[in-house]
């Protein structure tokens, strides 16, 4: 369904975020797996995360859902809490049927790792566009400690079909930042005799590493300061990060969490009331985990203040309250490959900040936005483009001259978070701003997200 959207703003009130999804993901998988009854509040109810819990279910493990259910657009009414009791490390069982990850490269890279431990086969496939992302990156280290995994086009993309059984640990030195692949390695590291280490060649997100440990998982950390990390950028971690983890010689202990909000569709909200007038909206309850927030550094660096209030630290991570206001003056900046993986999904609603802002940003380092749900290097370039905004782009990123936009159609390429950053583009553009697929596409990962922008606008729309 095409979406339109009117300009002006402003946006003004609260919002809480859906609950993060890398967290939920690693949540049900990681409850499938431990010995006893683990107890997930707040769980991120969106088709990705649909497609972990129904791989769950079609694994064997026992999920049931408690308290009250609430209406999720398209969805129907959904239980927001989980109680998953996970048979053991070897207490999933062989799925009779392929299993559907559906939109969800999460679901997909993370299973793998799961799955060549586990002695049974089983195959994993998707949609058009999950069928069309790489595997090589997560099958060829899995390959390397043993797995029987094999997939479409030599190994490159889905479906994936997996025979489990003994692995080994390696030591591998991952040749792109990919939470999911480091995931997937330390998934599978679980069942690998003796030790496997990862080194990631910048710092990505941490969730997998702190959810195993608290669970009693054998994880250890080392950091390593890289040749010129200091004038690379100015704002990457610039440290490589090994991250090893042993077989385990028992059972990964159960657990009870509250998946606070999801940072990465916060950050629409972000963008859009510091570029609308007379916004002010507080975004309540948004995990902060500093491997995520890269782009709050990013925002500060182009001029932006955000406060920062009501900080607390729930299930191990920091979660607080935002408070953004409108009319702020942005200033450009400039990305490098070592910060992009702090703020790879902010990257297109990045963008449209960058389109907003005074002079000539350029966010490079970023060629793996060409592999995300869409290639959101093209799809960016178009819909800025389209929207009157000068733009360059670059097999790894975008170079983005800020100016005037103006209304148009967008296509959203089907991808969520393109529909989700040029929706707040519109609000700051001369016209109507339409976007192509914008309802269906939200629902990866944010099915209230169009419900909650029009109550920000004080609109009653509810289409
Ligand atoms: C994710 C890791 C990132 C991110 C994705 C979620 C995760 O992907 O883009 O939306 O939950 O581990 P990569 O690992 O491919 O960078």
Redesign the pocket.
Known sequence: MRITIEPGGPLKGELTPPPD??IS??AVMLASIAKGKSRIEDLLLAADTISTLKAIKLLGAKIKGYGQKIPVPGFGARYQNYEITGNGLYGLSEPASFINCGNS??TT??LCGLLSGNPFFSVLSGDKSLNSRPMK?VIKPLAEMGAQIMARASDSYPPIAIRGGKLKGIKYEMP????????ALMLAGLYADGETAIKEPSP??D??EKMLSSMGAEVKEEWGIKEGYITEDFMGMGAEHVIKIRKMSNELNPFEIRIPGDF?SAAFFIVGALITRNSEILIKNVCLNPTRTGFLGALKSMGAKIDVENLKVISGDLVGDLRVKGDQELRAINIGKSSV?LM??ELPILFIAAACAKGRSEIRGAA?LR??ESDRIKAMAAGLKAMDIEVEEFEDGLAITGGKMKGARIDSFGDHRIAMSFAMAGLAASGITEIENGREAVKISYPEFFPRLYELLGSSRND
């Not at 792109?176 to 995931?183: F, G, L």
């Open positions: 999804k890398s993901h690693r490269g999460t890279r993370l990156r792109v930042a990919s939470a999911q692949v480091k995931s990505s997100r969730h997998t990465s993986p790879i999904d793996d592999v995300k």
